[in-house]
């Protein structure tokens, strides 16, 4: 079950996350039955969880807060996995200004935030530069699977 709650006071296309996120999760072989908590939140809440949690000042775009530590399963094993897959805290305000900074409209860029959180909360990190590559590599493959899907 994917839940979403809108605590920014600012609009957002919370129909079209949850979609994005039953599809990534899909998309990841992650039990269709898992659960998954989306959180939008104004720039002052994020402040606080980013120092908090992260022990930075200041806003940030997206945390994920792991529960059950679920992982993709591998191509070999059949069964997906299911339990609780954590918490994803966005904040639509951040969004909207770097959206521009990386050539995405705010929707695409929330989009893009929310796959880069599930990733986070399948262990996906992008501390090391190979890492950064495995996660990146497939937020972007998983954003083009959307795409096309929303254009077709």
Not at 2 to 24: R, V, Y
Not at 32 to 46: G, N, R, Y
Not at 63 to 77: G, I, K, Q, V, Y
Not at 128 to 148: C, H, T, Y
Request: aromatic share 4%; glycine share 8%; charged share 30%.
């Amino acid at each position: 079950m994917i839940d979403l709650n809108n605590e920014s006071g600012h609009h957002a296309d919370e129909k079209g996350l949850i979609q994005l996120a039953t599809f990534a999760l899909d998309q990841l072989r992650i039990h269709p039955q898992s659960d998954l908590s989306i959180v939008l939140v104004d720039e002052a809440t994020m402040s606080e969880y980013h120092e908090r949690f992260m022990g930075l000042p200041g806003p940030t775009d997206v945390l994920s807060f792991p529960m059950d530590e679920l992982r993709a399963p591998s191509d070999d094993e059949e069964e997906a996995p299911r339990g609780l897959l954590g918490d994803i805290v966005l904040c639509p305000q951040v969004t909207e200004r770097q959206a521009a900074e990386n050539g995405r409209r705010p929707e695409e860029e929330a989009e893009y935030l929310l796959v880069h959180g599930l990733l986070h909360l399948l262990g996906h990190d992008h501390a090391e530069p190979d890492e950064k590559a495995v996660m990146f590599g497939l937020n972007d493959r998983i954003i083009a699977l959307w795409q096309s899907r929303k254009e077709g």
